[in-house]
């Protein structure tokens, strides 16, 4: 028994997760998405499991081809502000945690947006 199914006998809990497998029929890693349920034998108890797993290999490449559009700039592949921005925020809790000075320069290439941040502007922070 893999160790990921001891909780859906042992514990009698239903699981639900995404699981990496290689597939050597085709020399790749694929994605499945896998649900298991106890088995129940006449006395009602768990004396095994079932599942299903689904192949959601090309959902998560769709999913990941988003996430980076979303974040990078098509021409440049330049982070994007909306992909740096929980960089930034992530940076500004540090230095105001350690107390320490943060600077944060931003250059508008195509000087269609302010140069101010919602994070700087927050903090009082002039730019």
């Known amino acids: 028994m893999a160790q990921s199914d001891r ?6 809990q239903a699981l639900r997760q995404e699981e990496l497998v290689f597939v050597a029929s085709k020399g790749e890693y694929r994605t499945f998405l896998a649900v298991k349920n106890p ?3 006449e006395q009602g108890r768990v004396c095994g499991l079932y599942g299903v797993s689904t ?12 996430t980076h559009r979303a974040n990078y ?9 909306s992909g740096a921005e929980p960089l930034w925020e992530q940076h500004a809790a540090l230095a105001d945690r350690y107390g320490t000075p943060l600077s944060l320069v931003l250059i508008d290439l195509d000087e269609s947006r302010p140069s101010t941040t919602a994070g700087a502007t927050r903090r009082g922070t002039r730019c």
């Open 73 to 81: 700039d098509a021409l440049t592949q330049v982070l994007s502000r």
């Open 7 to 12: 909780p859906v006998v042992v514990q009698n």
């Open 55 to 66: 192949d959601i290999s090309e959902r998560k490449r769709r999913e990941e081809e988003l």
């Open 39 to 41: 088995l129940y034998d």
